[in-house]
Antibody, heavy 121, light 106 residues
Framework: EVQLVETGGGLVQPGRSLKLSCVAS????????MYWIRQAPGKGLEWVSS????????YYPDSVKGRFTISRDNAENTVYLQMNSLRSEDTATYYC??????????????WGQGVMVTVSS | DIQMTQSPSLLSASVGDRVTLSCKAS??????LNWYQQKLGEAPKLLIY???SLQTGIPSRFSGSGSGTDYTLTISSLQPEDVATYFC????????FGAGTKLELK
């Protein structure tokens, strides 16, 4: 059974940093692209970052580029999201997700339960 | 960025109704369109990918269609467990989502 479990959320002041983790199980982690997607309270979904299978290629939308860094440890079946210079508009539930295919697709077939990040003074 | 517009934002229907949800892209997305279902307090679930491919384990009452900029999710006979918010997502370029259609029972 595929499982994705996110941890690391919480309340953080504007300008500070936070690192999220997502531990995967039930599939060959190193064969799949992984993603972070967020959802502000009561709002829609926003893609936040992508990472390829070996971690050598990463992608971000302009809204987080230069502030967020995605990485992965295939030995630990874990994907991370380092979030720096946090802003109030980063407040959201953050989900990690895997791709349906073993190549880049941006089809999110399994999602974690989500972790809440609140940026407030 | 490709903008995705869903309509309606809120839909009320009765059990057994045929329900149609719409999603319009700001440019041609060549059928690179997925649909997700999100129930209250849960993570989204992939229902349909590449416009009309049913994800494993999803009931056959769900179906998708469309091309170019216009896409549709259809529920052939609404069931109580289908109450949820439905999001479309394009992946012709960097992924973007629609704002969602909230489906409730009448």
């Amino acid at each position: 059974e595929v499982q994705l479990v996110e941890t690391g959320g919480g309340l953080v002041q504007p300008g500070r940093s936070l690192k999220l983790s997502c531990v995967a199980s039930g599939f060959t982690f190193s064969s799949y692209w992984m993603y972070w997607i967020r959802q502000a309270p009561g709002k829609g979904l926003e893609w936040v970052s992508s990472i390829n299978t070996d971690g050598g290629s990463t992608y971000y939308p302009d809204s987080v580029k230069g502030r967020f860094t995605i990485s992965r440890d295939n030995a630990e079946n874990t994907v991370y999201l380092q979030m720096n210079s946090l802003r109030s508009e980063d407040t959201a539930t953050y989900y990690c997700a895997k791709d349906l295919y073993t190549y880049y697709g941006s089809l999110f077939d399994y999602w974690g339960q989500g972790v809440m990040v609140t940026v407030s003074s | 960025d490709i903008q995705m517009t869903q309509s309606p934002s809120l839909l009320s229907a009765s059990v057994g109704d045929r329900v149609t949800l719409s999603c319009k892209a700001s440019q041609n997305i060549y059928k690179y369109l997925n649909w997700y279902q999100q129930k209250l307090g849960e993570a989204p679930k992939l229902l349909i990918y590449y416009t009309n491919s049913l994800q494993t384990g999803i009931p056959s009452r769900f179906s998708g269609s469309g091309s170019g900029t216009d896409y549709t999710l259809t529920i052939s006979s609404l069931q109580p467990e289908d109450v949820a918010t439905y999001f479309c997502q394009q992946y012709n370029s960097w992924p973007t989502f629609g704002a969602g259609t909230k489906l409730e029972l009448k």
